[in-house]
């Protein structure tokens, strides 16, 4: 069965030099095919799924601790190595500093 309630990881980064201060703005990095935007149009690509963003779904019922691979995937997200950024839709941090 399908759970009636979503929950999600959501990867974010932020420019700010303090990453707890409260006026840090955090920016969102999306996947091609992980719900997300709900004006965005859905992804079908039957019968096949994004590995990753089929990953992410799982995720979301267990902790970082049962995930490990997510601690890596934000590493190289920060690193902003092309093969895992090949992976998102977007890079809120194309042409700029890391986050």
């Known amino acids: 069965s399908i759970t009636k309630e979503r929950t999600e990881v ?25 719900p997300g935007d709900l004006k965005r149009r859905p992804c079908f690509i039957s019968p096949y799924h994004y590995r990753l963003d089929w990953l992410m779904w799982f995720a979301a019922f267990q902790t970082y601790e049962q995930n490990e691979w997510i601690i890596h995937l934000a590493g190289k997200l920060l690193a902003q190595e092309e093969e895992i950024l090949s992976l998102m839709a977007t890079n809120p941090f194309a042409g700029r500093a890391p986050p």
């Open 10 to 34: 959501v990867l974010q980064g932020t420019s700010s030099l303090d990453p707890n201060d409260p006026a840090a703005v955090w920016e969102e990095y999306d996947f091609k095919c992980k």
